[in-house]
């Protein structure tokens, strides 16, 4: 059974930062062969990707998001970050972690992020 936790979520003001995190548990992780993702829902909206790595292609961005935020891997930790700079209103949703390994798929709970003007 793998487990995808989210955190680091929570509120910060326009200009500001935050940093979420993606712990994923389970002895079938195989994190460091898994694509790995991060996607945002806003309520009335659906699930958009933010940022995605795969293994055959690295890293892709959002054009909405690119170069103020950064996907990053510790793969001794099984753990995702996303590195969120210049935040903006319109980045308030709620966060989520993705994981796909050949025919399996998790998701996590969902972190909230609020960013005021």
């Known amino acids: 059974q793998v487990e995808l936790v989210e955190s680091g979520g929570g509120w910060a003001p326009a200009g500001g930062s935050l940093r979420l995190s993606c712990a994923v548990f389970?002895?079938?992780?195989?994190?460091?062969?898994?694509?790995m993702g991060w996607y945002r829902q806003s309520p009335g909206q659906q699930r958009e990707a933010v940022a995605v790595?795969?293994?055959?292609?690295?890293?892709a961005y959002a054009d909405s998001i690119k170069g103020r935020f950064t996907l990053l891997r510790d793969v001794s930790m099984n753990t995702m970050f996303l590195e969120m700079k210049s935040l903006k209103p319109e980045d308030s949703a709620v966060y989520y972690c993705?994981?796909?390994?050949?025919?399996?798929?998790?998701w996590g709970r969902g972190t909230q992020v609020t960013v005021s003007s």
């Open positions: 993705n994981r796909r390994f050949r025919n399996n798929e998790n």
């Open positions: 389970g002895s079938g992780s195989f994190f460091g062969l898994s694509d």
């Open positions: 790595y795969t293994r055959s292609d690295g890293v």
